[in-house]
T-cell receptor, first 110, second 113 residues
Framework: GQNIDQPTEMTATEGAIVQINCTYQTSGFNGLFWYQQHAGEAPTFLSYNVLDGLEEKGRFSSFLSRSKGYSYLLLKELQMKDSASYLCAVADNAGNMLTFGGGTRLMVKP | DSGVTQTPKHLITATGQRVTLRCSPRSGDLSVYWYQQSLDQGLQFLIQYYNGEERAKGNILERFSAQQFPDLHSELNLSSLELGDSALYFC????????????FGPGTRLTVL
């Protein structure tokens, strides 16, 4: 089976840096995705990691350690529009299905 | 805009009824996925189709069924609806199965009264 854990809520200040952690225990692993989801809207793709290490994309970076079953999403220079839920998802061995964590609701305050 | 379209946006119906949700994937994508998102369950994978064939099944109830047509659009049929089926239903598409990124449609909000 798949078990994915993320903090339920986080609060950060505009302009700051925030790190959202995700730990997983899965029977298969074919990569880890991060999605952003504003309330009532579709999840939008942020990043994909399949090898260990850091992937940087503008203000967002994502890190993966397969041996530790751990990933994080790093958001820099926070903006008010970054207030959203951030979903961690693991692809199974065949890559057919994504198992999502419960999501981390991030509130950015002025 | 992901390029994935879903209709209708909102659907209100009564218990015991049957509804059909429709999804058109991004141009060129062969794989379609259906997900259910309710407040207490998070985003749950239901089923995947690839080029018309069922490819993977997740936590899909027997009352639910889906298919993908030759033009690659997909429909999710929900029958004998219960109050607990009220949720957001998302369709996603990718070029191929495997680890190609899945792009999500805007969702259909189903309310069962």
């Amino acid at each position: 089976g798949q078990n994915i854990d993320q903090p339920t809520e986080m609060t950060a200040t505009e302009g700051a840096i925030v790190q959202i952690n995700c730990t997983y225990q899965t029977s298969g692993f074919n990569g880890l995705f991060w999605y952003q989801q504003h309330a009532g809207e579709a999840p939008t793709f942020l990043s994909y990691n399949v090898l260990d290490g850091l992937e940087e994309k503008g203000r967002f970076s994502s890190f993966l350690s397969r041996s530790k079953g751990y990933s994080y999403l790093l958001l820099k220079e926070l903006q008010m529009k970054d207030s959203a839920s951030y979903l961690c998802a693991v692809a199974d061995n065949a890559g057919n299905m994504l198992t999502f964590g419960g999501g981390t609701r991030l509130m950015v305050k002025p | 805009d992901s390029g994935v379209t879903q209709t209708p946006k909102h659907l209100i119906t009564a218990t015991g009824q049957r509804v059909t949700l429709r999804c058109s994937p991004r141009s060129g994508d062969l794989s379609v996925y259906w997900y259910q998102q309710s407040l207490d369950q998070g985003l749950q994978f239901l089923i995947q189709y690839y080029n018309g064939e069922e490819r993977a099944k997740g936590n899909i109830l027997e009352r639910f069924s889906a298919q993908q047509f030759p033009d690659l659009h997909s429909e999710l049929n929900l029958s004998s609806l219960e109050l607990g089926d009220s949720a957001l239903y998302f369709c996603a598409s990718s070029a191929n199965p495997g680890t190609d990124t899945q792009y999500f449609g805007p969702g259909t909000r189903l309310t069962v009264l």
